[in-house]
């Protein structure tokens, strides 16, 4: 698999997006140089969420590879992630 583009949108600095940026933290360790996330505050950039479709955050979309994957809700655990998102669950072995 090559590079992986996630697109995460929260609300501000509430406890669950700071759940949800600290794994996708967590999985930018286990994936490596593979893995870009861009982190999208609804209450700044509005009009990307309504562009989206994103009406409950935080939600993690997967752009890369496609199709596109979106994932909401609690998003805390590395493992819900990997696996909601569809990824591989091999680590980068280039690290």
Known sequence: MNGISLRL????????AERAVAALADLRGHFGGRLSVQIIDVLEDPVSALNDDVYATPTVFRITPEP???????????????????????PDQAR
């Not at 949108?9 to 669950?16: A, E, I, K, L």
């Not at 994932?71 to 591989?88: Q, V």
């Open 9 to 16: 949108y929260v609300t501000g600095h509430t406890p669950s």
């Open 68 to 90: 596109v994957r979106r994932l909401f809700g609690d998003l805390s655990r590395k493992e819900t992630l990997i696996a909601g998102l569809g990824l591989d669950t091999e």
